[in-house]
């Protein structure tokens, strides 16, 4: 009786243990497991950046959603993105990829337009800025000058 | 040394698509091209480059910018989502004083055109809306990368945004704006435009 015990314990511990570990690789991994909540939208950028699924999507740097799937679509980033159920995004909002820091991991930001045509599931943002690549950028104008 | 040459660049962008002929019913490339050769006659204008002319070349090309630069569009744009709660004498100063923040900030320096090259590498057309690739050559050789943005409004291209080198200009103001009136209030902002204008 008393051995079945301690092995009942053991093996409760055993799959709380496993469990917790399944939530944190979730939780982290940032998976989601009964489906997504919120709708998808997609856009077309002429450059990802390295943007990956996962990365996240920020209004006035608040997160209101994640990328669910980055592909190429006629030798242009298609991007598709999750975002949450109560924010709506209208017709001439512009999203640009930007990076954290200087060389941080990359997201989306989006500004908030005046139209009163709001995007619906499936949707297209149109406007889209592609990320600014510093390096590049210096290069221009550290080598660019013959003067 | 890179601000001025950045302007330079972003004034030529503004030029270049802002001279609009209405005559011209083709495709968005085609319009544009023909406009930044039209203001490039202009700028190289050598009756106009004396200093006693530069209120006239000045009005020339303020003109052709009224004539396709569709203003409210670009300030509904820049204004974004506070344009909806302003009502329509408000929103019309604030187009007159955006147009003038955006001649004073490009138009003003007109003096800055020294022989750069246009060149068009590229078009895409999606039913109203329309990008239009382009590449300004500088005399160095830099090629600075320039993306107009038209919409087809009453059968006419209209330019409401310009993108040099990933950097849009009404998101741009969009972002400045919006600092400006979470700050302190429309009436702040309209302060803040005027007295740029007045300056």
Same mark, same amino acid.
């Given at each position: 009786m008393r051995k079945f015990n301690i092995e009942f314990t053991v093996g409760l511990f055993v799959i709380a243990g496993i469990l917790c570990l399944a939530y944190l690789s979730i939780k982290l991994g940032g998976m989601e497991l009964i489906g997504s909540r919120g709708y998808d939208v997609y856009a077309l950028f002429s450059n990802s950046g390295g943007l990956k699924q996962g990365s996240s999507v920020v209004i006035a740097g608040v997160e209101?959603? !994640?990328? !669910?799937?980055?592909?190429?679509?006629?030798? &242009?980033? !298609?991007?598709?993105?999750?975002?949450?159920?109560?924010v709506k995004l209208q017709e001439d909002a512009i999203?640009?990829?930007?990076?954290?820091? %200087?060389?941080?991991?990359?997201? #989306?930001?989006?500004?908030?337009?005046?139209?009163?045509? #709001?995007? $619906?599931p499936g949707g297209k943002i !149109?406007?889209? %800025?592609? $990320?600014?690549?510093?390096? &590049?950028? %210096?290069?221009?104008?550290?080598?660019?000058?013959?003067? | 040394?890179?601000?001025? @040459?950045? /302007?330079?660049?972003?004034?030529?962008a503004l030029w270049a698509v802002c001279g609009f002929d209405p005559a011209w019913a083709g495709v968005p490339t085609e319009k544009i091209k023909e406009t930044t050769d039209k203001i490039l006659v202009i700028v190289s204008d050598p009756a106009l480059k004396d200093p006693s002319q530069a209120a006239q070349r000045r009005e020339?090309?303020?003109? /052709?910018?009224?004539?396709?630069?569709?203003?409210?569009?670009?300030?509904?744009? +820049?204004?974004?989502?506070?344009? +909806?709660?302003?009502?329509? *004498?408000?929103?019309?100063?604030?187009?007159?004083?955006?147009? *003038?923040?955006?001649?004073? /900030?490009?138009?003003?320096?007109?003096?800055?055109?020294?022989?750069?090259? =246009?060149?068009?590498?590229?078009?895409?057309?999606?039913?109203?809306? +329309?990008?239009?690739?382009?590449?300004?050559?500088?005399?160095?050789?830099?090629?600075?990368?320039? =993306?107009?943005?038209?919409?087809?409004?009453?059968?006419?291209?209209?330019?409401?945004?310009?993108?040099?080198? @990933?950097?849009?200009l009404v998101n741009n103001y969009r972002t400045q704006f919006s600092d400006i009136m979470a700050k302190s209030s429309f009436e702040g902002l309209m302060q803040k435009l005027r007295e740029k204008s007045a300056e």
């Amino acid at each position: 009786m008393r051995k079945f015990n301690i092995e009942f314990t053991v093996g409760l511990f055993v799959i709380a243990g496993i469990l917790c570990l399944a939530y944190l690789s979730i939780k982290l991994g940032g998976m989601e497991l009964i489906g997504s909540r919120g709708y998808d939208v997609y856009a077309l950028f002429s450059n990802s950046g390295g943007l990956k699924q996962g990365s996240s999507v920020v209004i006035a740097g608040v997160e209101v959603g !994640r990328i !669910r799937n980055v592909d190429l679509d006629d030798y &242009q980033a !298609r991007i598709v993105m999750n975002l949450n159920e109560e924010v709506k995004l209208q017709e001439d909002a512009i999203a640009a990829i930007k990076t954290k820091g %200087l060389i941080g991991e990359k997201f #989306i930001e989006i500004t908030p337009g005046a139209s009163e045509k #709001i995007i $619906p599931p499936g949707g297209k943002i !149109r406007e889209t %800025l592609p $990320p600014v690549d510093f390096e &590049q950028l %210096l290069s221009k104008y550290v080598f660019g000058k013959v003067e | 040394m890179r601000r001025k @040459g950045w /302007t330079g660049i972003v004034l030529l962008a503004l030029w270049a698509v802002c001279g609009f002929d209405p005559a011209w019913a083709g495709v968005p490339t085609e319009k544009i091209k023909e406009t930044t050769d039209k203001i490039l006659v202009i700028v190289s204008d050598p009756a106009l480059k004396d200093p006693s002319q530069a209120a006239q070349r000045r009005e020339r090309i303020r003109k /052709t910018v009224d004539e396709m630069c569709d203003w409210e569009e670009m300030s509904r744009r +820049a204004l974004g989502r506070h344009w +909806a709660k302003r009502n329509e *004498q408000e929103r019309k100063e604030f187009v007159r004083l955006f147009g *003038q923040l955006l001649e004073r /900030t490009y138009v003003d320096k007109v003096e800055g055109y020294s022989g750069e090259k =246009v060149n068009y590498t590229g078009e895409r057309v999606d039913g109203d809306y +329309a990008e239009v690739d382009v590449k300004i050559v500088t005399k160095e050789k830099t090629e600075i990368p320039v =993306v107009y943005k038209l919409r087809n409004k009453d059968q006419r291209w209209w330019v409401y945004d310009i993108v040099v080198e @990933g950097v849009s200009l009404v998101n741009n103001y969009r972002t400045q704006f919006s600092d400006i009136m979470a700050k302190s209030s429309f009436e702040g902002l309209m302060q803040k435009l005027r007295e740029k204008s007045a300056e």
